[in-house]
């Protein structure tokens, strides 16, 4: 049997507290604490707890060269292949084999696979665990965490500060001073087709295309983008806009159209919610939006880059930002989440997460005339100075 190490592997050195009675009786805390090595493999779906003979016979494999194993493995190769951090080249491929040839093909730079697999959320309740701590509430939050560092940076001055004028705002400055977060969705309202359209049209749309030859394409859109490559593809849950059937969809930039998805097997509103980690307040939108930046499109430039990854998160923050300003323009609330759950959006839309893992997810819709949750509306807020 020839066997290699998988293509990237981090260890990360763990300590963690255990109940032990043993110690509570004998007069101590009740508590033993343990380290341990733990393995961190962007092809693999979880962690792995590795002892330290593993890991360092893990380390002895090339990830590039098979090497031939002479006579029986060593139990630490044994469970290395059985956890998949070690592939063997033999006739029926395994699963981490197939995940690892996978990983290699995608370009990923290491540490950022590991971000995109790891930060990944799995049917998280934030807002259960948000009440369960307290850090709801900003009194709960400062006993949690303290007081925050202060809302601005005061550095030592090298001479007097220069003050800047203030001059009559114009209508780009009244639109930036109108946008807000919206968290509270008028549900009985649905969003007219002609603002569906514009706003997809606005944020989404490619305005133009340039053709290089040799399959080589750009778009133009009204947002920039890293490399001009527009990575991030539109997935939308479509709940209530008149004459659009609520469901999945995805959105074609060239065509300006809406591709139907298969329909997902729970009921729309409960989807959302399941989507956003529990927050309802943005499950209550008439339109969701998923970004989910298409990695093969970026890594076709950035290939093992230490950037790329940073430039796909960077492009999402200026979609969002796009959205939220024609959102304000017409009137409509908008909000983006990154605290979403990704393996169920994965499930729902049929992507894969280090193929195409959504980073956050937006929305807009009519905005209701009640406010139930929080919100920093401009009209509340204090002035400045
Ligand atoms: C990257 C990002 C993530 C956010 N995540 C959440 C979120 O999980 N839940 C939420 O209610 N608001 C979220 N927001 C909205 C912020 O809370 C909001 O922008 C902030 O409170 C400032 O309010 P404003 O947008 O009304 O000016 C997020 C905003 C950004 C830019």
Known sequence: MKVRRCMSVFFEMRERNRFDLGSLLAGGNGLISERGWVALAPHLEGECQVCEAEMLACGSFSPEHWTTLEGEPTAEITRLLEVGLLVADVAERSPSRDADDHYRSLHWWPLAALMQRFTRWDAVDSVGSMQRLGTNTVAGLIKHCGPPPPATLDRVAMGPDVRLEQYPHRDLDVLFARRFTCRNFDTGRALEREYFSRMLERVFAAQGRVEQGDGVEFLKKHTPSGGSLHATECYLIVQHVEGIEPGLYHY??????????????????????????????????????????????????????????????????????????????????????????????????????????????????????????????????????
Not at 255 to 274: F, G, I, W
Not at 301 to 327: C, E, F, I, M, N
Not at 348 to 373: K, P
């Open 252 to 385: 074609r930039p060239l065509e300006h159209a809406l591709r139907p998805l298969p329909a997902p097997q729970a009921p729309l509103r409960d989807l959302a919610c399941t989507l956003l980690a529990g927050q309802h307040w943005f499950a209550r939108a008439p339109v969701l939006v998923i970004y989910a930046p298409r990695v093969a499109r970026s890594h076709w430039k950035y290939r093992s880059h230490p950037k790329a990854y940073r430039a796909l998160l960077l492009d999402v923050g200026h979609l969002s930002q796009t959205l939220y300003v024609s959102a304000t323009d017409l009137g409509l609330g908008a909000f983006v989440t990154s605290a979403i759950n990704e393996a169920q959006l994965e499930q729902a839309f049929g992507l894969s997460v280090l193929e195409q893992g959504a980073v956050a997810i937006g929305g807009f819709g009519w905005r209701s005339a009640e406010q139930e949750i929080a919100e920093l509306d401009p009209v509340t807020v204090c002035r400045r100075g």
